[in-house]
């Protein structure tokens, strides 16, 4: 028996934001939002212990924009969120700006990389809430074009991943800078030592939220089929078109995490010609039956949906679920999936998910107690063969049937008269069949494919490198002279060409340059975008390198 899920409306929100989070189309908090907002909203420190995917933004967004909606702001920054990444910097930022448009907040992503000027006009207008990556956000600090003695809420996001990148005095120096009894909000996957230490020193009196997986009673699921493709998200819809036309599902649920994403899915598939319906909190009791009724009877292929809609759908003949977006507990997972394999059946859960997710699906695994294996999508040409056993099977049905006199009069004719091959009539007739009902591949078509190998440690400090990958080193002309840490160019590095922490080895930073290791096949390409960025407010040039000198 499920637990009732907690409402929005209990947690103690501004009305402003409840009616924000019913437009975006959340029907209930995840469980680190319902166990982090409560205390954050009532103004005390948190210590959140939870993974990428859990609903972490919004845990920490809704209870600070609830504190400026009771007690507005003026031209200063009350709300500071750091972050490790210029890409978490641009999502939290969207996140912050959509839960608080209707209280007119006023919210600034600062990053490096960006203009320096647009910032600082930015900043001299006013901002409230400031998301920033430690490097910037230390740059402006100094500059004092960033004043942050009037705060009262200041988030560390992803906190274990800015201390392996090398921001703990970056960190240390913002905080510094902070009001003493600000509120504080600490968010790691992680608590290593180091991590630990900042929060026992900077956290007052912290309420801990802690999400462990737990154990499903059901556990694993031999009779449910479990995989998941890594993709971007913006190749997900052709994806799931591709597995629709390859694996031809008796019926099928699509889940997404909100009632928005269920209507913009919909909206894709029956673009592209599927027979899809919408399933949601935001749909009235009769058109839920419609739509129940419309699957059942087969006049619909499949649902996407929201979990709460999907609560207690029992369909005999659904053969697959797809898991759209990662769903925000494992315990949501195993209901999911639960929906097929039934009465005997075999059933097929196909999970999407983008290269950050990686953790989360783990503890997944660890919540079913099964290895859900990464597979390669479906590639074209196997969509292709599978198109030509079905014709062959088609074809082998109608002539089992017969009557086919007429059609053999009509291949005697291109015979007699244009001195055609019979077996070219045959072939051209089941092209022209096959044209008319196979689908236009440009709608299937993907991006190159993500690697599916396992994320390994960073290992920029001489851990040893990852068996099999080439490796070589570049310099660049700015070392401790310029007062340059590690994690100022490992931010600019996996921040301006696109590479991870894993493609980076060891640093050595000298006093007028640096040395970096990356993987070999991607020196040209960060050679060439570092010659468009700034480090610590210069610009670099960076070469293939030299010999490195002793160090000194």
Known sequence: MSTPATPFSSLGLHPVLLEAVHNLGYEVPTPVQAAAIPPLADGRDVLGLAATGTGKTAAFALPMLHRFAEEPGTRAVTG????????LAR????????YGKQLGVRVLPVYGGSPMGTQLRALSRGVDVVVATPGRALDHLNRGTLRLDLVRTVVLDEADEMLDMGFQ?????????????????LFSATLPGRLRRIADSVLAEPVLVELRPKKSAAGARPDVVQIAHV???????AALARILDLEEPD????????????DELVESLVARGLRAEPLHGGMSQGQRERVMAR?????????????????????????????FELPNSPEAYTHRIGRTGRAGRKGRAITFISRRERSVLSRVERAVGTKIPIVPLPTLEELRDAHLRRLKLRVSEVVEMGELDAFRRVVADLVDESGLDPMDIAAAALRALHDEVAPDESDLEVGPPISNGPRKRDQRRDMGHPQGIPWAQIQIDIGRRDRVRPGDLVGAITNEAGLSSRDIGSIDIVERCSFIEIRADAVGHVLDVLHRVTIRGRPVRGRPARPKPPHR
């Open 231 to 237: 993709l971007r998200r913006a190749d997900k819809g």
């Open 80 to 87: 500071l969120v750091i972050v490790p990444t210029r890409e």
């Open 91 to 98: 999502q939290v930022a969207r996140a912050v700006l959509s």
């Open 251 to 262: 019926a099928m649920l699509v889940f997404c995490r909100t009632r928005l994403a269920v």
């Open 169 to 185: 005095e970056d960190i240390e120096a913002l905080l510094d800078a902070c009001p003493v009894g600000c509120q504080k909000a």
């Open 295 to 323: 699957l059942r009877s087969r006049s619909a292929d499949l649902l996407v949906c929201t979990d709460v809609a999907a609560r207690g759908i029992d369909i005999p003949h659904l053969s697959h679920v797809v898991n």
